[in-house]
């Protein structure tokens, strides 16, 4: 099969050739499906950093001020932000605004905003499909900001090798970050705005949060499993728990602590790729996303099986409380094992 078009001209590094196919992923076009398909033996070299935090902590800021540092080490450097949530703080568009200015025109680097999609589920599958398309596309280092925003941010952690949390003083944030469940995504703690009073309370906090039992990385995948299939957690003792998150301070403003934040993040590449760790997590990785496709996919294949009054006469009955939900999931069941899926395709 001759090599599509735009597939070519994305893999030979034409950036309007990038932002349609870009385009394409977000809007989860049909013809972006081929092209994946073709894009997909190219991955599997960029190393993918997913920067979250609540909003106005500073990831803008962050990964703006940590581009400029992997640009001055000849790295090229993708970056996607993710906004699930409509555009609601000033400061959010005025980092992204600065980081416009100051990164534009420089080759190495490609940025890209995604806004809101239908579904949480939705935007974390465009986001993994579009970094996939960036690492396909050569760049050297994705950097993926999101707002964090509950299972979203945790979605997105898992097409991240390293997640960076950003917190900020004063914010509270400490507190949020458990509710969330953000701690336990992150490889690396940045306290920023470091410069700001209630710094050090943060570091010390975060930092007892982290002693006093960081989940251990095994448990952060069976808890992802428990909401789709029994998976095989990885094996007790695993060393994939040996890494202790990092509690780092910046003042992504001044560029203070970015050495000590690149070191890190070094080390915690460094800590995947020794033994067979990064093969594990990997494989641990698209295991899931196997059944999240699946998932999603009988799901639709299975609701355009139903016809449509049949739906809403189960509805109906299980509202006047003459059916109870699981018989008529069952009998629901029964009606596309009995007569098929619609000749689909
Ligand atoms: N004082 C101080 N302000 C910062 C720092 N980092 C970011 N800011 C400011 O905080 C605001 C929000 O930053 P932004 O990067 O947009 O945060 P985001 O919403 O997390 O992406 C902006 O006004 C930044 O200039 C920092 O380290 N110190
Ligand atoms: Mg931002």
Redesign the pocket.
Known sequence: MPMDKLVAEVLAGNRRALARLLTQVENERPEVLPRLTALFPHTGRAHIIGIT????????????ALAKRLRAQQQTVAII?VDPTSPF????????R?RMVELAGDAGVFIRSMATRGSLGGLARATRDMVRVLDAAGFDVVLV?T?GAGQNEVDIARTAQTTLV?E?PGLGDEVQAIKAGILEIADILVV?????PGALQTVRSLKMMVETGHPAARERFAAHHGRLLPVPALPAGDEVSLWQPPVLQ?????N?GLDDLLAAIAQHRQFWHSGSRVTQLQERYIEIELYERLQQALMQRFVQALPPELVSATLQQIRARRLDPQSAIEQLLNQVETHGYPSSR
């Open positions: 935090g609540a909003p106005g902590t500073g990831k803008s800021s962050l990964v703006n932000a703080s000033g400061g959010a568009i005025l980092g992204d600065i900001e707002v950003v900020a920023n705005k470091a410069d700001r910046t003042v992504a403003t001044e203070t």
